[in-house]
T-cell receptor, first 114, second 111 residues
C-alpha cells in the first residue's frame, strides 16, 4: 500500500533562516506530487506541483522553491524565511497521468516563523 | 475549472443525515464533481466524486442534479468525527490534476 511521509511535523524558525521540508511517497511509481500551504484561518493554496523528476511548476510567485531530485521525493525550500511563510504545509501525491481520481495528503508540517 | 459555491457553515445532529449543497452552474460537460474534507490539523481526505450519475461509497453519497448545475453530498449518519471543513471541487481529468480548494463548508456535528 502507498504511504506519504512529511518531516518535520513542526518547526519554529527565525526570520531570515533557511528552510527545507521533505516529502516522500512509498508504494507507487511516477506519482504527481504537490505542495500546498494553509495559512492560519485560510484555505489551501497550491504552491508547486511536479509530474516527474526535475519537473516543477510554480503556481504563485513567492519566497519558496521546490525540487524533485528523485521519483518519490519532493522538497520545499527557502533561502530566507519571511514571517508570511508561517503556515501548515501539506504534501500530496496522485497516480500518474489520468489514472487516479484522488490526491492523497501527508500529515503536514506546521511552520512558525518568528 | 468551474467555480463552486457552498454555504459557509452548517450544524448537524449526531446520528442524523447531513446534506451539504454545492452550486456549480458553469460546470462543463467533461468536469467532475469532487468532494474532500479536512479535519482540523490534518490533510484533506478524498470522499467521493461523480460526473453525471449519483454515486455512493462507504463514506457518503453524491447526488448530482440532472442539469449538473448543483450537487449534494450526503453523510447518512453523521458522527462527531465527521466534524470538518468539506470542499466541493469541480474539474476535468488532466495529467496535472491540480485541485483548487475554496473556503468550503464548516460542518459541526453536535451530540
Amino acid at each position: 500500500s502507498q504511504t506519504i511521509h512529511q518531516w518535520p511535523a513542526t518547526l519554529v524558525q527565525p526570520v531570515g533562516s533557511p528552510l527545507s521540508l521533505e516529502c516522500t511517497v512509498e508504494g507507487t511509481s511516477n506519482p504527481n506530487l504537490y505542495w500546498y500551504r494553509q495559512a492560519a484561518g485560510r484555505g489551501l493554496q497550491l504552491l508547486f506541483y511536479s509530474v516527474g523528476i526535475g519537473q516543477i511548476s510554480s503556481e504563485v510567485p513567492q519566497n519558496l522553491s521546490a525540487s524533485r531530485p528523485q521519483d518519490r521525493q519532493f522538497i520545499l525550500s527557502s533561502k530566507k524565511l519571511l514571517l508570511s511563510d508561517s503556515g501548515f504545509y501539506l504534501c500530496a501525491w496522485r497516480g500518474p497521468g489520468t489514472s487516479g481520481n484522488e490526491q492523497f495528503f501527508g500529515p503536514g508540517t506546521r511552520l512558525t516563523v518568528l | 475549472d468551474a467555480k463552486t459555491t457552498q454555504p459557509t457553515s452548517m450544524d448537524c445532529a449526531e446520528g442524523r443525515a447531513a446534506n451539504l449543497p454545492c452550486n456549480h452552474s458553469t460546470i462543463s460537460g467533461n468536469e467532475y464533481v469532487y468532494w474532500y474534507r479536512q479535519i482540523h490539523s490534518q490533510g484533506p481526505q478524498y470522499i467521493i466524486h461523480g460526473l453525471k450519475n449519483n454515486e455512493t461509497n462507504e463514506m457518503a453519497s453524491l447526488i448530482i442534479t440532472e442539469d449538473r448545475k448543483s450537487s449534494t453530498l450526503i453523510l447518512p449518519h453523521a458522527t462527531l468525527r465527521d466534524t470538518a471543513v468539506y470542499y466541493c471541487i469541480v474539474r476535468a481529468l488532466s495529467n496535472d490534476y491540480k485541485l483548487s480548494f475554496g473556503a468550503g463548508t464548516t460542518v459541526t456535528v453536535r451530540a
